[in-house]
Structures are given as structure tokens and as C-alpha cells.
């Protein structure tokens, strides 16, 4: 894309802010991209950024192995926005005096502005405004050069930018980025648009645009497969990609057994009736079944799943498209950052099931046309695209399906049960207003009987579990503090309307320590 569009490009310092220091200028229409700290002055300079922003990081300068930056980079006379860590590390590079600040600065201070000339220009009211601090050390004495342009009760030099010379950089004590410093959004705009001239091109119009190219370009005559899921990434990757070459795209859906009631008809009805999309529904659900009969260990259903899905696929793929040369994947910018990560990827705790292992053993090449974007970016591009609400705004949902919200064995009777009571909870929760609030929200069938009456009869019978949670990106999550009218509903409608339950509880646990489906 950079032959398009002006670039920012963000040094990670490992701020947990870092992705929305991007997302912000992105808002801003303005593309960003997120590198490693450790990335060589050379490729830095070959993405020919406009303007270089440093992020915050939980190192202290004084560290053994503090992650550091080439002094070069702060001659070149880029513009350079310095935040926290990336403030520190300035003052350092440039020979200025860093101390450890005898307590930590957390939380809300009041900016006093003293330079509204550029950086700050209309951010806050009269010459103040709040502002989200979080560092440990502070700057004693500034480089040479440089002069505090705000300050708080605590931080004489909450902001500094250099004086003449060659160099252009601003650092900041504070995160413009977070939404409890207010003007941060101003402040950072300031930053790309008058400091470092970008101009605001980046939009969905324009990324559709230059996508349609790039993928023409790219497949020339091929045709292209895609496995279809339904969920957002993947329906807003088919329709991108269907823009660009139409009928040379085949999507593959393939019903597992395992998916939610009307599930697989929204999915006909959206693509191939609205869109007119190459649609093949392969009816695998008997197969998945018998697989998974008797299994019960959740790490062996999701090995089980993935393992039949990419076998499905491929045999799909190859008795009708043998041609195929290419296949479409919705991966999107977090999950590119996530591999390139500064901090190294996390911990696995559960093997989540995507079709990573398509490409290598069918010598695919791959199209990730959303490589580059945040989630809020494709939500915008789908709908940029025509995809319906429904499809733009659902709620994620796991690859293996109701398998793993089955405790226990895998029936077909268990089945029914599990999607008559998840059709309960989604009416309920639409109709509540809520569903674009909440994460997730769904039943889970427990592997335990109790006892109940019903009429003048006794009965032993199922139990569902409420899981309704709050989260930004499913990494941490709260559980939901819905209505008790709501939860009330819920209950009595899925206890008389579900045959083979008498009792329903909610699940009042937060990840961590727990995780947010039960297997
Ligand atoms: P956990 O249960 O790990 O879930 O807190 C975090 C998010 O990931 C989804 N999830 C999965 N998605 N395959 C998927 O495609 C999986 O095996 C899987 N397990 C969990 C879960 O629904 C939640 O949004």
C-alpha cells in the first residue's frame, strides 16, 4: 500500500498501548504500522515513514538489557513523537538525565500546557487538560536543545520537544493515546498532520480500492478458495475478494453438525443469494459425529475437529477445484503484530483450531487480504462491502463449534438440547439491546443431572450454564452484570421450552483465572 498512502510507523517498546497508538492515527486516516523496537535503522528508513512515534514500554532505561534504538535514527530529521518509555530513552540517547522518580506516577494529573504552538495546538481547555500518566522514572534534565512545553504538579517536564537544528522530535511523560487524557486524540493528529504532513487518505473506500488491485494483480487467471465460516474475518475476506475477481473465487462452508440453529441458511441466504458468491455447503455432519463419538477430553475434540475440517476441505477442494493455486485466509493485523511481537507470543492455553495447516500441504499460496487491518477497520470495510449487520456485528464463535460447549461426550441428542437453549439466549439477548455490548453470550451444557418438579412429577434432568461476558479483544474478560428480569427470561424460557432441562445457573467467574467457553 505505500505507494498510496503517507505512513507512521510505531517502534513497540512492548506498551500494552501500543495497538492503540495505531488504531488512533489510523482513525485519524492516516496509515500506521507497528514494528519491533529492534528493527534495523535500514528497514526503517526504506518504509519512508513520514514521522516515527516511539511507544511507552515497561523497561526502565536503567535496565541491564533496556531495548534500545540507533541514536542515528533521532539525526535523521523525521519527525519523532517519543511517549514514556520512548520519552526516557530520547533524553538518554541525547545525553540527558533520567532519574528513577521515588514513586511511581499512575493514573489522572492535570496538564498544564505551556507551548500550544504546534503538538498541542486546541488540545484541552484554556492551557489545561487531563491526562493518563504511567511511568516510573522521570526526566531530572533535558538534552541539549530541548525545552519543556507542559508540565504537572509532579513532572517539570511532562512534555519537551527540541529547538532548531535538524531534529523534529516531541516526547511526551503522558499516553495521548488512552481515552482518559482528553485532547490525546487532537494532540496525536497535530502530530501527523501538521508536524509530519500526512494526509488523511487512509479510508475503507480507498483500502477496497487498492486491494481489488493488488488481489487481481496477484491471481491473474487462478482460481482462488476460501473456507467460509460465517464469522466476521472470514465473510468480509470472501466479499473483498469476490469484488475483485469473482467467479475465480470459490468459498467452501462446511457444516460440521457442530453449528447454531439457522446458522448454515443466514450463511446461503448472505452469500450465495445476496452476493451471489460460489457457494459449496458440504454436509459433513454425520462424519464429524462419528468421530467424535465417546470423546470427551476438550484438546482431543478440538485435534479431532480441525484434523476432519482441513481433511474435508482439501478433498473438496481438490475433486472439484483441482486447479485451485490460491486460498483466501481472514488473518488480521493483531495477529501479524502478534507473530513479530517485540514480547514474543503468549502462552498457548488452549490449540485454537484455524486453517493454518491448509496452505503447506496443499501448496496453496495465500491471500490475506486484512493483513493489515484492525478488527473496528473490517467491521467498517464489511459494511464498506455490503455485508449485512448481522454479519458485520456477530458475536465470535469458536472454530470447534458446540463441541466444546458440550461437557462431556457429543451426542446428537445432547446437540439439540445445547442449540434449543442457544437459540433461547440469543432471541433474548437481541431482543434486550445488549448483544453489541456483550463479547459473548451463550449456553453451555453441563455434564450433570439434578433434580426438579414439574407438575406433580419428579424429575432428573440437565443443567445449561449462562456464560455472558463483557471483553475488548477475548484476551481478559468479566462476566456480564445483566438485568435479573433478563436472566429471569432466559431461565424460565429455557426450562420450559428445552426438553431434558430443569435448571439453568449463570457463571459468575472472569478471565483469568478462568477461561471464557468451559472447555
Ligand atoms: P477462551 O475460552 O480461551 O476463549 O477464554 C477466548 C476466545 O476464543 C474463542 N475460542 C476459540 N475459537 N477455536 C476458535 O476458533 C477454538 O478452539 C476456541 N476456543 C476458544 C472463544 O469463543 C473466545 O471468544
Known amino acids: 500500500m505505500e505507494q498510496w498512502h503517507d505512513r507512521i510507523l510505531i517502534l513497540d517498546f512492548g506498551s500494552q498501548y501500543t495497538q492503540l497508538i495505531a488504531r488512533r492515527i489510523r482513525e485519524a486516516q492516516v496509515y500506521s504500522q507497528i514494528l519491533p523496537c529492534t528493527t534495523p535503522l535500514a528497514t526503517i528508513l526504506a518504509y519512508r515513514p513520514k514521522g516515527i512515534v516511539l511507544s511507552g514500554g515497561p523497561a526502565s532505561v536503567y535496565d541491564k538489557n533496556a531495548p534500545m534504538i540507533p541514536r542515528q535514527l533521532l539525526e535523521e530529521g523525521l519527525p519523532i513523537l517519543g511517549i514514556c518509555y520512548g520519552m526516557q530513552l530520547v533524553t538518554k540517547l541525547l545525553d540527558g538525565e533520567v532519574a528513577k522518580a521515588s514513586h511511581r506516577e499512575y493514573g489522572r494529573a492535570e496538564l498544564m500546557i505551556d507551548d500550544a504552538s504546534d503538538l498541542f495546538k486546541g488540545v484541552g481547555k484554556g492551557a489545561s487538560c487531563q491526562v493518563w500518566m504511567s511511568h516510573g522514572d522521570r526526566i531530572e534534565r533535558m538534552p541539549k536543545g530541548f525545552r519543556s512545553i507542559a508540565h504537572t504538579a509532579n513532572s517539570p517536564v511532562a512534555a519537551m520537544k527540541s529547538t532548531g537544528g535538524k531534529r523534529r522530535i516531541y516526547c511526551l511523560q503522558f499516553h495521548p493515546e488512552v481515552a482518559h487524557t482528553t485532547g490525546g486524540v487532537k494532540l496525536l493528529r497535530n502530530f501527523v498532520y501538521d508536524i509530519c504532513g500526512c494526509k488523511p487518505t487512509w479510508t475503507m473506500r480507498s483500502y477496497v480500492d487498492t486491494a481489488v488491485e493488488q488481489i487481481r494483480e496477484q491471481v491473474g487467471q487462478e482460481q482462488v478458495i476460501c473456507a467460509l465460516s460465517g464469522g466476521v474475518d472470514s465473510s468480509v475476506a470472501a466479499a473483498l475478494t469476490h469484488r475483485a475477481i469473482g467467479d475465480q473465487l470459490t468459498c467452501i462452508f462446511v457444516d460440521n453438525g457442530l453449528l447454531r440453529a439457522g446458522e448454515k441458511e443466514q450463511v446461503k441466504q448472505t452469500f450465495a443469494r445476496q452476493l451471489h458468491l460460489n457457494l459449496r455447503l458440504l454436509d459433513a455432519a454425520q462424519m464429524f459425529l462419528a468421530a467424535l463419538k465417546g470423546v470427551t477430553d476438550p484438546e482431543r475434540k478440538r485435534k479431532i475437529i480441525g484434523k476432519l475440517f482441513i481433511k474435508q476441505f482439501e478433498a473438496e477442494a481438490k475433486s472439484k477445484l483441482g486447479d485451485a493455486k490460491f486460498l483466501v485466509q481472514g488473518t488480521l493485523y493483531p495477529d501479524v503484530i502478534e507473530s513479530v511481537s517485540f514480547k514474543g507470543p503468549s502462552a498457548t492455553i488452549k490449540t485454537h483450531h484455524?486453517?493454518?495447516?491448509?496452505?503447506?500441504?496443499?501448496?496453496?499460496?495465500?491471500?490475506?487480504?486484512?493483513?493489515?487491518?484492525?478488527?473496528?477497520?473490517?467491521?467498517?470495510?464489511?459494511?464498506?462491502?455490503?455485508?449485512?449487520?448481522?454479519?458485520?456485528?456477530?458475536?465470535?464463535?469458536?472454530?470447534?463449534?458446540?463441541?466444546?460447549?458440550?461437557?462431556?461426550?457429543?451426542?446428537?441428542?445432547?446437540?439439540?438440547?445445547?442449540?434449543?437453549?442457544?437459540?433461547?439466549?440469543?432471541?433474548?439477548?437481541?431482543?434486550?439491546?445488549?448483544?453489541?455490548?456483550?463479547?459473548?453470550?451463550?449456553?453451555?451444557?453441563?455434564?450433570?443431572?439434578?433434580?426438579?418438579?414439574?407438575?406433580?412429577?419428579?424429575?432428573?434432568?440437565?443443567?445449561?450454564?449462562?456464560?455472558?461476558?463483557?471483553?475488548?479483544?477475548?484476551?481478559?474478560?468479566?462476566?456480564?452484570?445483566?438485568?435479573?428480569?433478563?436472566?429471569?427470561?432466559?431461565?424460565?424460557?429455557?426450562?420450559?421450552?428445552?426438553?431434558?432441562?430443569?435448571?439453568?445457573?449463570?457463571?459468575?467467574?472472569?478471565?483469568?483465572?478462568?477461561?471464557?467457553?468451559?472447555?
Not at 390 to 417: C, H, K, N, S, Y
Not at 485 to 490: A, P, S, V, Y
Open 354 to 519: 484455524n486453517v493454518g495447516g491448509l496452505p503447506t500441504k496443499m501448496r496453496l499460496k495465500l491471500i490475506e487480504p486484512l493483513r493489515e487491518l484492525f478488527k473496528d477497520e473490517v467491521r467498517v470495510l464489511g459494511k464498506e462491502l455490503g455485508l449485512p449487520d448481522d454479519i458485520i456485528w456477530r458475536q465470535p464463535f469458536p472454530g470447534p463449534g458446540l463441541a466444546i460447549r458440550i461437557l462431556g461426550a457429543v451426542t446428537p441428542e445432547r446437540l439439540a438440547m445445547l442449540r434449543n437453549a442457544e437459540a433461547v439466549v440469543d432471541q433474548e439477548i437481541r431482543k434486550s439491546g445488549l448483544y453489541h455490548d456483550l463479547w459473548q453470550a451463550f449456553a453451555v451444557l453441563l455434564p450433570v443431572r439434578t433434580v426438579g418438579v414439574m407438575g406433580d412429577q419428579r424429575t432428573y434432568e440437565h443443567v445449561i450454564a449462562l456464560r455472558v461476558v463483557t471483553s475488548l479483544d477475548g484476551m481478559t474478560a468479566d462476566w456480564a452484570k445483566l438485568p435479573h428480569e433478563l436472566l429471569g427470561t432466559i431461565s424460565s424460557r429455557i426450562i420450559n421450552e428445552v426438553r431434558g432441562v430443569n435448571r439453568v445457573v449463570y457463571d459468575l467467574s472472569s478471565k483469568p483465572p478462568s477461561t471464557i467457553e468451559w472447555e
